[in-house]
């Protein structure tokens, strides 16, 4: 048997795809998750931290977590 569906894939491969598996993982979680790099910034945030924060996606991904809390928390 061949075909697609058959091939097991191995551990992610790039970092997009990396952000995908963590996205579909945080995304059954009730628990408030937040990804953030180095710099940061927001790269992804699951749907129950939106909730909390009262927030739509595109008003965090992309932000600096500074920019987000705001200085007096950020900054401690």
Do not use: C
């Not at 697609?4 to 993982?25: A, C, F, V």
């Not at 710099?39 to 939106?50: E, F, T």
């Amino acid at each position: 048997m061949s075909g697609k569906n058959n091939i097991k894939k191995g551990p992610p491969t790039g970092k997009q795809e990396s952000l995908d598996i963590w996205e579909r993982l945080a995304s059954i979680s009730t628990d408030l998750l937040s990804l953030i790099d180095r710099n940061y910034i927001y790269r992804a945030v699951n749907d129950s931290y939106l909730r909390v924060y009262n927030r739509s996606r595109e008003e965090i991904v992309g932000h600096s977590a500074r920019e987000i809390l705001g200085p007096e928390i950020f900054d401690k």
